[in-house]
């Protein structure tokens, strides 16, 4: 928004140099993006925002400026020579629909010639890039960049009845604008009508049919405030932005009707002749404005700033904005907001101003650029961290040195892809958003899963070679009877695919051994034992996946395996519920190992491929015959030679004794008896 160096002087001495005061501008809230010198001016290009719209003119900045520099303000004069005829006479004024329209002023000018405007104030129009058009519709435009509230003039001739009435748009009306374009007009519509028809739109633009021509004579000025709502679907449905609706749409002062409408009717006596008619049409909804008032108190500004803003200026400051304050206790003050500031400085609840709003306007003045830059000052010691913290870190720690990279994906998603993957409460109903940006970020997560596929299927796409990805984080269940808010509990999930190495070393395709490995060595890390017994999961390939069991509490924590749908690699997945791996405790002991010889066995099992290796692994560590000090999954075969629903599964053995070298028939005899233990529990009965 541009605002001419020479216009504002008119309101305020202006003495610093304007590359200068567009710093100190910006520091005050008000940025400013440029400074132009534009022959024997200076153009500032102001970023208004749209909670400012009080400096959406040259008066509203030169206040601004007067406060920042700490000059006089000079209010342009508003009082006109007045006739003997009081505009009662001359035209009536009704307004049906008070909640859009909750103040109009009209003042009338009689006896006006329609001219060109004087070189002062074209160029003053021009400096901004406003077009000239005549002496009194040049007033409205000039009043509007001066004092931030919107004119219309009527050519009061025109008008039937000599009437203005505010109302609602009827079905089937239409209206030509001051553009050309015929509107057809809708009941939210407002408008402005005479004793029979439409003659502008409310806030946007005025119609063609009572517009300001060089036979006017007599002029009706329109100053109102508009319902922002009102405005907005209006100027929305036409597809227009006008000066006039760019501010009404924002919020125009409600108590500066009169005084655009008198200071309009001064300038077009003086520019246009004519007599100004007594008095003004004034009608407004009853308690319209209401006050706006908030408490602000010294300490706590200063405590907010953190900086030492002395009293003194927090008042002088307050005045020279229009804010009005008065004493309500030792350092703190009643504040009332002006009513060009209304629509800045909403309500709480309880009808008062937030403290945090009323600390804005000192502190900017101060200037954010001179306050300190320092770290708050936190008292006492750092508590220690809560075990699950602790755990939490572990569960990182482990998995990024297992290669995999840590990713934080939304919170929400698609109800079908979450429907579609398995879940740890699986009767558990996705809880729905009630605003959502689209369908696909509809229902809180249920499992990190799906989130955690999607990216992998997005890397793949791009030519990964290798997917090893986790994420932390929490998901969301129905919440309990009686409590407010829904269960959350934090879970950890991994995705794997792909191969690693490379050609010239050793390349490993990642499989689903590869995601049971990282389970089994998490949960080793931890101090846990978990079990996976198969069982077909929603999303994931029949036959390869389990669930994750905690056999010491009995219940499931966790699942794995792959996903059903493919893309390029095949993808593994694992998800755990962090609350499933605590109470763990790490065996830290070190065993000296033995300095007599190990001794190997192997043993081949043939057994129901219903049964899992963990409940074998069980069953051995319960059986360990002595000097046994370890045993690991070899290999699992199924295919020719072995009966149809059972496998083959190779265990190896390794005996050890501290004391001595074991014999070879020591160790046979050790795993006979395990052998023939093992056979007579899981042993094939087909």
Known sequence: MLFSRNWLAEYVDLHADPHQMARRLT??????????????????????????????????????????YDTPLRRPPSDPVEGSESVADAAALAIEDLNGCPRYV?????????????????????????????????????????????????????????????????????????????????????????????????G????ADSEVTDATTDVLIESAH???KRVRVAAKAFGM????????????????????????????AELAGGTVLAGALDVRAAGFPPLRQGRLEHARLNRFAGAEIAAADVERWFAGLGFTLEPAGPGAWEVTVPSWRFFD????????????????????????????????????????????????????????????????????GDPAVDAAYPSLRPEAVALRLKNPLSESYSVMRRSLVPNLVATARFNQRRGAPAIRMFEIAVVYFPAAPGEPLPFQPEHAAFVCGGTVGNPWQRELVLDLVDAKGVVDGLAEALGVRLEARPKDLPGLLPGSSAELIRPDRGEVVGFLGRVAEE????????????????????????????????????????HALATPWAEIASAIAELSPPDLISWQLKDRYRGQGVPEGAVNTTISFLYNSHERSLTQEEVNERQSALAAELERRYGWKG
């Not at 028809?197 to 409310?202: G, Q, W």
């Not at 791996?581 to 190992?593: F, H, Q, V």
Request: charged letters at 25%.
């Open 27 to 68: 520091m005050a809230g008000l940025n400013t993006e440029g400074v132009e010198e534009r022959g024997h001016d200076v153009l500032l290009d102001v970023e208004v925002t749209t909670n400012r719209p009080d400096c959406m003119n040259h008066f509203g900045l030169a206040r601004e400026i007067a406060v920042l």
């Open 106 to 202: 009209a003042r009338v000018v009689r006896g006006v010639k329609i001219g060109p405007s004087p070189a002062w104030m074209r160029a003053r129009l021009e400096a901004i890039g406003q077009r000239s058009i005549n002496n009194v519709v040049d007033v409205t435009n000039f009043v509007l960049w001066e004092m931030g509230q919107p004119l219309h003039a009527f050519d009061l001739a025109k008008l039937g009845g000599r009437r203005i009435v505010v109302r609602r748009a009827r079905a089937g009306e239409k209206l030509t604008t001051l553009d050309g374009q015929e509107r057809q007009l809708t009941p939210e519509m407002l408008v402005i009508a005479d004793a029979e028809i439409p003659v502008a739109l409310a």
């Open 204 to 207: 946007v633009m005025g119609g």
């Open 226 to 228: 508009f319902d922002r």
């Open 241 to 268: 932005h006008t000066d006039a609706s760019h501010r009404f749409e924002r919020g125009t002062d409600p108590e500066g009707c009169l005084v655009a409408a008198s200071r309009a009717a001064r300038l077009i």
């Open 345 to 412: 400085f909403e309500p709480r609840p309880d009808g008062r101003v937030y403290e945090a709003d009323l600390f804005e306007e000192p502190i900017r003045i101060y200037g954010m650029d001179t306050i300190a830059s320092t770290l708050p000052r936190i008292p006492g010691s750092d508590l220690p961290r809560s075990p699950e913290q602790i755990l939490r870190e572990k569960v990182r720690d482990y998995l990024a040195a297992a290669g995999y990279v840590e990713t934080v994906s939304f919170a929400f």
């Open 567 to 606: 893309e390029g690699f095949p993808l593994y997945v694992a998800e755990v519920a962090l609350g499933g791996l605590t109470g763990g405790e790490a065996d830290m002991r070190i065993e000296i190992p033995s300095r007599f010889p190990a001794v190997e066995a192997d043993l081949t099992l043939t």
